[in-house]
């Protein structure tokens, strides 16, 4: 595919890599929106727990998804998930169970393929900062400005813990690193960032030297 009109700024990387909120100050400093793709598989997660689905069940998965209706919608800069008209509060969608079964329900296939399309079609609604885990590799492997926010396994696991999340840092990485569908690596062209000893800030101003020396 072949870069959009609109500009798509993508940053990915590892869980509590701190992508998010890099990618939320680089929307606001740019004014573009932001798209947190990781929200749109953790609704789906939700959704499949709530349903009491064994994580395993790839197939029982699938037909689940074709009876969801989910809607993305714009909200002060930002893009909200709708499951069946319900917009989950992030305690839903960043709860312990959903932290253990996202990973589980993003190497599904049809999952990523309809959440994919969706998030591509985005691009209709202006510029964009998206940040997840194959952005640059997958959802928009044209776009001219990728990011890669990486950090240590050690640095990453206290950023969670300091969150007050429990969940395995490196499961989660060797889960979505090694899935068949669209893994997590760098992506081709992407500037790696490791922020394990930089500020937020000085990370942000990186980006944002990166994409307006680019202009």
Known sequence: MSEPASQVIAIDGPAASGKSSVAKRVAKALGY????????????????????????????ITRLLHTLQIEFVLVEGHVQVLVNGRALTDDELNSQAVNGAVSHVAKVAEVRARLV?????????????????????????????????DASEEVRSARRSSQGHADAVALRDKIDSTRKNAPLIVPKGALRIDSSDMTLEQVVQQV????????
């Open 33 to 60: 929106l932001y798209v947190n793709t990781g929200n749109m598989y953790r609704a789906v997660s939700w959704a499949v727990l709530d349903q009491g689905i064994d994580l395993q069940d790839a197939e029982a």
């Open 117 to 149: 399309d969706e998030q591509r079609a985005l691009v209709s609604h202006g510029h964009l900062v998206m940040e997840g885990r194959d952005i640059g590799s997958i959802v928009f492997p044209d776009t001219s400005l990728k990011f890669y926010i």
């Open 208 to 215: 944002l030297d990166v994409v307006r020396a680019a202009r």
